[in-house]
């Protein structure tokens, strides 16, 4: 059974920095990979879709990576926001039916 | 308009009621999903239909059915609610003829149930 781990669970950093999440899957058998966007009580926005022939994705300030062999990925946020603070999900489609397994995920606070 | 919307977006109902949710999209995908996000545990799938006369059960079905009543309406039910369905609903769709099967989620309904 798939299962996929975001740590860490938290993190706080000022203005400016740049910072990584981590998200890690335990079948490298994988079709591909989404990171997503929450706001609180809102829905999902997607960020980034890696598919499982690639290496990375970028879009702005975020950029992810894809280990599929050592079942990792990371979403790199350059230059970090007060805007860019919410919840940040990774999740994982199988080769099988494309369904959808999520993180937890990491919540983010930007500090001005 | 947003692509995936669903109503109602926030519900209090009674142990026992009968609720519907339902969700539709203007995507033309052939692929829906629903999925419950609680705190601490991620979201995970319910009911996911491939097209209309395709419905499968996810990993957490019980207490809940659904209806697809149209290529672009997924309904959720919840027979007879209880607490420990209090969650937020998502419903989601995929396009399987694009090979990413990217999915795209709606805004989410908040379930209380008390």
């Known amino acids: 059974k798939q299962e996929v781990t975001q740590i860490p669970a938290a993190l706080s950093v000022p203005e400016g920095e740049n910072l990584v999440l981590n998200c890690s899957f335990t079948d490298s058998a994988i079709y591909n990979l989404q990171w997503f966007r929450q706001d609180p009580g809102k829905g999902l926005t997607s960020l980034l879709l890696i598919q499982s022939s690639q290496r990375e994705q970028t879009s702005g300030r975020l950029n992810a990576s894809l280990d599929k062999s050592s079942g990792r990925s990371t979403l790199y946020i350059a230059a970090s926001q007060p805007g860019d603070s919410a919840t940040y999900l990774c999740a994982v489609i199988g080769t099988g039916f494309q369904k959808l397994v999520f993180g937890t995920g990491t919540r983010l606070l930007v500090s001005p | 308009d947003a692509d995936v919307t669903q109503t109602p977006r926030n519900r209090i109902t009674k142990t026992g009621k009968r609720i519907m949710l339902e969700c539709s999209q203007t995507k033309g995908h052939d692929r829906m999903y629903w999925y419950r996000q609680d705190p601490g545990l991620g979201l995970r799938l319910i009911y996911y239909s491939f097209d209309v006369k395709d419905i499968n059960k996810g990993e957490i079905s019980d207490g809940y059915s659904v209806s697809r009543q149209a290529q672009a309406k997924f309904s959720l039910s919840l027979e007879s609610a209880i607490p420990n369905q209090t969650a937020l609903y998502f419903c989601?769709?995929?396009?399987?003829?694009?090979?990413?099967?990217?999915?795209?989620f709606g805004p989410g309904t908040r379930l209380t149930v008390t």
């Open positions: 989601a769709t995929s396009d399987s003829t694009h090979s990413s099967y990217e999915q795209y």
